[in-house]
Structures are given as structure tokens and as C-alpha cells.
């Protein structure tokens, strides 16, 4: 314990104090588990909130970013490399849209999206400078930056931050109604989770995504998804907006796209849309770097050779099923697809902080989201045996 307590006075002295995380040092990870630096085990039941969709240090994953690493790294996007053409070539064809332009984060691609729809907005659908409206939904979360935070609704992640940036529309998520109400003739885009996973795992009702694609047609305005934590795989699908063959204009993905290895996003949609920046309009200088191009292809395959979204879908199922069969009487609700999945606490019974941590003590490692909320997302490479045991834990907690 001594050395825990060491390793976490020392952060706590030099780090700025932006988190709260539990007080497990981490050593290790293999696959679905990490060690701590007492030797212990646990279960990854976070995957660091879908970035490792194909486990801790996948052997393939590492191999391309060995293999990359012994050639070259970056070069700047102001020289070609030899990765990021078959990355994005790999990219494009599995999920069918024209262009991509890498980043590294979320929260960069997030930028990047309303970028490009806001100079769609100017030169193709002809909207006064500087008065495009993009449709957000409420509860939602797209990053941190000043931009992302001035659309959040939730008032922590804006308190101290202005001022903002304009041009935001909040519309209550899952009301295609009132969505269709906030266009105006100056509305460029829709922006929106399929799943809103840091808001609590809210699934909208069914027919949502479908009639948000369907309105952005007849407006002309662009559908811009964020699958950075619900996509490649995670819901049971490759893409969350499959459910509802709802398929977007603009599709954002980061997270798992990187392999839990390195930080690599992108942004998808078509020469339209994309092909409104031209040299020196919007740049990164780690963005497509070779080396997140090597480690991102190989994190797309391995989501295909193992059918990662199949085993979401089958393992979520699953769990969610023995969860209802356990008939907690701390539960209000259980919600989400495939692995990602949220129980909400009771509120009579606390926030779901002291659940997390007595599943911690239990081997598996769980994080709170919107204080009621525990997420449990495994890495997809999880097997049935893994997840009964895990299960097993999690129904001695949450049991009566
Ligand atoms: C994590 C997340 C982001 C931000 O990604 P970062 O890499 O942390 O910047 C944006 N949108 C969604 C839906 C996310 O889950």
C-alpha cells in the first residue's frame, strides 16, 4: 500500500487536480486487465471510456507501432509519409465516405467538424458570413475546448470558461420535434451523440437518429455524428447510427481509432463537405503522423479479423440480461447497447462513487459518470468466461 499512497501524494503535489480517479496505480495492462503496483489484479471495466475497444496493449497493435517506430515517426504534414494513404484509403473504403482528415483527439476532430460546416455553411449552402447556426443537443459532450464548452449544458464544464464562442442552438437530445423547430434558414448542422455516453449513457427513443437524418435532408443542413466513444464497435456495430441505417454527412471518430496505443481521430464525410479547406486553412502538425497511421490501421483490423462489433453485440446482451436478472434494489434503470452500458443508482441510496469503489476492492475497475451513473464498457476482446467473472463481482455489489 506504501507505494501507492506514495505514487498518488505525488500526483496529487505536482498535477493540476482536473480529475478524481480512484486510488489504483496502474503498473500494467494485458487484454482486459491491468495490475497495480501492489502485484494486484483488475478487470478494465472502463477501457479508458472506449478507447480500448481491442484491450490493453493488443499484439498487433504494438507490432505496427514497434514496426513503425523503427522507421519514422513524424514528418509533418508539410512532407508525405508512407502510411497515412493506405490508413485513410482503409478508412474511407470500410466506412464509405469520400475524405478523411486526420487529428489526434477527440475533442480536435470535434473542432475540425464544425470547421468544415461552418465554411460549408458560407460557400455551399450560402449562408451570411459569421451567422451559421449549429443544433446541439442538451446533456451533451463533445470535449473541452472553449468552442465544445460553449455548447455543453452543463454548467461545471462552463463555470470560470467564458466567454464563448456563438453560433450554438440547444435542443432537448431525442426530440426530433423541437429539432426540427430550431432550424432556421441559417441552420448549417446538427451536431449530436447517438449515444450520449459521458451524459449517462442515454439512449434516445428509437427513430431518432432516422428522423434527424431525415429533417437534415429536407433543410439542407449536415447530420455531424460523434461516435468518438460510441463507434468501431462499441454499441454492437461498427457505427451506432447503423441501427438506425441513419448514416451521417459528417462522421467523427477518435478514441478506439487509435487502438488504446496512441491518439489518433478523424473526421469522414465528402469532397462537399471536406473539400472545403485548401492548404493552410486548418492543419495539426501530428495529424496523420506516420506513426498514428500505422497504429490506427492496424486498430481497424483488428476490429474486423475479430468481429469486435459482433462480440459487443452478443456479450451486451448478455450482460444486460443477467443485470435485469438480478433485480437489484438498488437500480433505477439499466441503459445502453452492446458494451456500453450504464446503471443508474437509486438516489435514496447515494451516487454511484462508493458502488465503484467496493467494485474496485472487488477487482474490477468501474467509473462514476453524472454522479447516479456506473458505465460499464469492457474492452471488446473480453470473453464470456471474463465476463462472468466479472459479473459474478458485480452481482455481489449490486445484489440484495
Ligand atoms: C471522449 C469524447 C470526446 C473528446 O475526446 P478527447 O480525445 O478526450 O478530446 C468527444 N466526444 C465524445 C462523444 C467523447 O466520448
Not at 472502463?46 to 519514422?72: C, E, F, T
Not at 438506425?244 to 487509435?258: Q, R
Not at 496505443?261 to 478523424?266: C, E, L, N, Q, T
Not at 473526421?267 to 490506427?296: K, M, Q, R, W, Y
Request: hydrophobic content about 40%.
Amino acid at each position: 500500500m506504501a507505494r501507492t499512497e506514495e505514487l498518488i501524494r505525488e500526483v496529487e503535489t505536482y498535477s493540476a487536480r482536473n480529475y478524481n480517479p480512484l486510488p489504483v496505480v496502474i503498473e500494467r495492462g494485458e487484454g482486459v486487465w491491468v495490475y497495480d503496483v501492489e502485484g494486484r489484479r483488475y478487470l478494465d471495466m472502463l477501457s479508458a471510456y472506449s478507447a480500448l475497444n481491442q484491450g490493453h496493449r493488443h499484439p498487433k497493435i504494438i507490432q505496427a507501432l514497434l514496426d513503425q517506430a523503427s522507421k519514422v515517426t513524424l514528418t509533418s504534414r508539410a512532407f508525405h509519409n508512407e502510411t497515412m494513404g493506405p490508413f485513410l484509403r482503409q478508412l474511407c473504403e470500410l466506412t464509405g465516405y469520400g475524405k478523411a482528415l486526420p487529428m489526434n483527439t477527440g475533442a480536435e476532430a470535434v473542432e475540425t467538424a464544425i470547421k468544415a460546416a461552418r465554411k460549408w455553411g458560407l460557400i455551399r449552402k450560402g449562408v451570411p458570413e459569421n451567422q451559421g447556426e449549429i443544433i446541439v443537443c442538451e446533456n451533451n459532450f463533445h470535449g473541452r475546448t472553449v468552442t465544445i464548452v460553449s455548447f455543453s449544458s452543463e454548467e461545471q464544464y462552463r463555470y470560470g470558461f467564458g466567454p464563448f464562442t456563438p453560433g450554438f442552438v440547444l435542443v432537448p437530445f431525442g426530440d426530433a420535434a423541437a429539432l426540427e423547430q430550431a432550424i432556421t434558414p441559417n441552420t448549417i448542422a446538427v451536431l449530436a451523440e447517438p449515444i450520449q455516453g459521458e451524459g449517462g449513457v442515454l439512449v434516445p427513443p428509437q427513430g431518432y437518429l432516422a428522423a434527424m437524418r431525415e429533417l437534415t435532408k429536407k433543410h439542407n443542413v449536415l447530420m455531424m455524428l460523434d461516435e468518438i466513444q460510441t463507434g468501431l464497435g462499441r454499441t454492437g456495430r461498427l457505427f451506432a447510427y447503423e441501427y438506425e441505417e441513419a448514416k451521417p454527412d459528417v462522421l467523427i471518430l477518435g478514441k478506439a481509432l487509435g487502438g488504446g496505443v496512441y491518439p489518433v481521430s478523424a473526421v469522414l464525410a465528402s469532397e462537399e463537405v471536406l473539400g472545403v479547406f485548401g492548404p493552410g486553412d486548418h492543419g495539426s502538425t501530428f495529424g496523420g503522423n506516420p506513426l498514428g497511421a500505422a497504429v490506427a490501421k492496424a486498430a481497424l483490423e483488428v476490429l474486423l479479423e475479430e468481429d469486435l462489433p459482433a462480440r459487443a453485440q452478443e456479450l451486451g446482451s448478455y450482460f444486460k440480461g443477467r443485470l435485469h436478472a438480478l433485480d437489484s434494489p438498488y437500480i433505477r434503470e439499466i441503459r445502453g447497447k452492446g458494451l456500453l452500458i450504464g446503471v443508474e443508482i437509486k438516489p435514496e441510496y447515494g451516487s454511484a462513487r462508493p458502488f465503484c469503489e467496493r467494485l474496485m476492492r472487488e477487482g474490477l475497475l468501474c467509473k462514476e459518470t453524472h454522479d447516479q451513473t456506473i458505465r460499464f464498457a469492457p474492452p471488446l476482446v473480453i470473453t464470456k468466461e471474463e465476463l462472468d467473472w466479472a459479473l459474478e463481482r458485480i452481482e455481489g455489489v449490486l445484489g440484495a
